[in-house]
């Protein structure tokens, strides 16, 4: 059986970012991303989903343009953020534009303090120090317990401590959207439940858009509200979040529910031939 051929993602007359057909080749010779369309909406919150080496974090390193370090290279489609192609630009010059990525394993400066990290995500602003204080004490405000740790190693802080600062860090050079891969991932349940509350706030409060990459699909299309899903390099379904949510192959392949009840992965049989979206 072989996939469908890609069908471009809506495109929305406010959308923030769009990704038009994209092609990622490693090495010059691993295709990786087959076609990839998405867009994310001004002021909106999509989910990127599928399992470990579906593609999701290589989709967000071509919008980001982080492929470069990893021999990695976009080779065919485009990539627009606020109406204008962004794949000739340097990765600083995108974060200058206010598009930021926050990357799997939060990736914090360990020998540097909680705050310093904070601070270390301003780099690419040019206005006054005054400016840089009170963003500060914003992300503070949406991270309090920062704030009681900002003296603190970061390498010395839990998971979920390193995961807010990496958040953080990024709101800290002012983003109009955020690239997010995999934040619940390695934190317990209640902290991705605070993890994502406060993007939720955070895109209400301050209008940041957000990308969310994840692997939980169950939390992450509590949150957003559209879904794209990626099958090896591909987008094999997408649609408003609600309609993921009840969509039967999604319930069974990534919420682990199937028409008989809850159902783990191993006991899902002939997952090639069940899942329609491929056949």
């Not at 990736?107 to 690419?124: M, P, Y």
């Not at 004490?137 to 802080?157: C, D, I, K, N």
């Not at 895109?203 to 169950?218: D, I, K, R």
Request: net charge positive.
């Amino acid at each position: 059986m072989t996939a469908p051929a890609a069908t471009p993602a809506p495109q929305p007359a406010d959308a923030i970012l769009a990704v038009n057909n994209i092609e990622v080749i490693y090495d010059h010779v691993i295709l990786v991303l087959k076609g990839v369309s998405l867009a994310v909406p001004r002021g909106g919150i999509v989910a990127l989903l599928g399992a470990n080496g579906a593609g999701k974090t290589t989709t967000l390193k071509a919008i980001s343009n982080l492929l470069r370090a990893e021999r990695g290279e976009v080779t065919k489609g485009s990539i627009m953020f606020e109406g204008e192609r962004v794949e000739a630009l340097s990765p600083n010059e995108l974060v200058r534009r206010g598009c930021i990525q926050v990357m799997e394993g939060r990736h914090c400066f360990g020998h540097l303090t909680v705050e310093d990290n904070l601070l270390s995500g301003a780099f690419t602003r040019r206005d006054a120090k005054a400016a840089i204080r009170a963003d500060l004490e914003m992300v503070y405000s949406y991270f309090p317990r920062l704030r009681e740790r900002r003296g603190s190693q970061a390498g010395y802080t839990s998971g979920g401590e390193q995961q807010m600062t990496a958040i953080g860090r990024a709101l800290m050079s002012r983003p109009k959207m955020i690239l997010l891969d995999e934040p619940s991932m390695g934190l317990a349940p209640q902290l991705v439940e605070e993890i994502f509350e406060i993007v939720k706030k955070l895109n209400e409060e301050q209008g940041v858009s957000f990308l969310l990459a994840e692997q939980n699909t169950n939390v992450a299309l509590r949150y957003a509200r559209y879904g794209y899903i990626l099958e090896s390099g591909r987008v094999v379904l997408d649609g408003e979040a609600s309609a993921l949510r009840e969509n039967e192959d999604v319930k069974e392949f990534y919420l682990g529910v199937g028409g008989e009840g809850r159902k783990s992965f191993r006991d899902v049989k002939h997952y090639k031939r069940r899942k329609r979206w491929l056949s």
